[in-house]
């Protein structure tokens, strides 16, 4: 997807597997990463666990409710084909 206006796009950064002690990239890592490049927002989440699963939903929910006044269309892909990458 490719918006219209990436400055007022819904982005959240979401770290996965909080649940491990080794991590690549640390929780302050990933916050500072977050800030430095957009200031958006930043949530650990363990999938095994379901911990902030849906919290991080919300966020990005809130997020686009937020910019719904700004006319930004936002849909699901009709396909998995046509996500760039994604599978």
Known sequence: MNPSNPAKFPI???GN???LPNRAVSEEEARQWATANGGYPY????ALNGTNVAKAFEQMAEKHAGNASSG???AMPT???G???AM
């Open 43 to 46: 949530i650990e989440t363990c």
């Open 83 to 85: 996500t760039d990458g």
């Open 79 to 81: 396909s998995m084909m």
């Open 12 to 14: 959240i950064l979401v």
């Open 17 to 19: 597997k909080s649940d």
């Open 72 to 74: 930004q269309q936002l």
